[in-house]
């Protein structure tokens, strides 16, 4: 049976206090048993979700902007190379079962965008992306959450549906 797989999004360039909460995030998607999927750099969410999914013995893959691994977080399992800058979201989006916004910027916006509209099962974890998704609310599956705990849980029952 195939492990879930669980994409993390979110800025590169965030404060202590987000950076703690995409650790736990890792860290509980790690106890779950779920692959953690997210931007592969090693700044931000992408650094610290590898970290505590990695510290919790989980399994990590990053989709990597570049075409070389140099700005790889060192967390990583599986790093993969497309030198598609930007455009490797939709690759993030997609590859993921349930997707988790964490706070960011315009990058993890243009992934919200695509989850919604590719009607992926998004959790919002004290990310606002504004009326971003007003076209989407009848078909995308969003759920906003405030903790790491209530979206691993949100996750947990979301998937269980797929």
């Not at 049976?1 to 994409?7: A, S």
């Not at 509980?28 to 505590?52: C, D, E, T, Y």
């Not at 510290?55 to 691994?69: E, F, M, N, S, W």
Request: charged share 20%; proline share 6%; hydrophobic share 45%.
């Amino acid at each position: 049976m195939r492990k879930p797989v669980v994409g993390v999004m979110g800025g590169a360039d965030v404060s202590e206090d987000v950076i703690d909460l995409a650790r736990r995030l890792g860290t509980l998607i790690a106890q779950r048993g779920w692959v953690l999927l997210n931007g592969g750099r090693n700044a931000g969410v992408m650094a610290a979700s590898a970290a505590g999914a990695r510290q919790a013995g989980g399994t990590v893959i990053g989709i990597l902007p570049d075409r070389d691994t140099r700005a790889a977080s060192p967390d990583l399992d599986y790093a993969i190379v497309t030198g598609l800058g930007d455009a490797r979201n939709l690759i993030n989006v997609l590859s993921s079962d349930v997707v988790i916004a964490c706070p960011g910027g315009a990058g993890t916006l243009s992934e919200v965008a695509l989850a919604a509209k590719n009607a992926k099962p998004l959790i919002l974890l004290n990310f606002d992306p504004g009326r971003a998704l007003d076209p989407y609310q009848d078909t995308a599956p969003v759920f906003s959450v405030t903790t790491p705990e209530e979206a691993v849980e949100e996750a947990a029952t979301l998937l269980e549906r797929t």
